[in-house]
């Protein structure tokens, strides 16, 4: 029953940039799994980071050392902060729980939240 609503996006110029939030409308602290995930125009849905409920995180390899995840339990509340961003970088970010894959897309087990748009353009 949880509902997720992103917001934070915008058009950046590369290497800006961007923090992302992702508030609950409900609990998260009893979810182990949270991520973000993202997708862009034409291209599957992809996971892009994760992070336990005790704050481990990993992260794609494509935002590796850029991105960083964060969650606020008791705001219920998950963060991605985005610097150097690049070009490809562009697409709609989404936030969900417990990442798993279908197919080959990336999927959460809650419903999805409308997702919020980062552009990263010159």
């Known amino acids: 029953q949880v509902q997720l609503v992103e917001s934070g996006g915008g058009l950046v110029q590369p290497g800006g940039s961007l923090r992302l939030s992702c508030a609950a409308s409900g609990s998260i602290f009893g979810i182990y799994f949270m991520g973000w995930f993202r997708q862009a125009p034409g291209k599957e849905r992809e996971l892009v980071a994760t992070?336990?409920?005790?704050?481990?995180?990993n992260y794609a390899d494509s935002v590796k050392g850029r991105f960083t995840i964060s969650r606020d339990n008791a705001r219920n509340t998950v963060f991605l902060q985005m610097n150097s961003l690049k070009p490809e970088d562009t697409a709609v970010y989404y936030c969900?729980?417990?990442?798993?894959?279908?197919?080959?897309?990336?999927?959460?087990?809650?419903?999805w939240g409308p997702g919020t748009q980062v552009t990263v353009s010159s």
């Open positions: 969900n729980a417990d990442p798993g894959r279908k197919g080959s897309s990336w999927y959460g087990s809650l419903s």
């Open positions: 992070i336990t409920s005790s704050g481990s995180t």
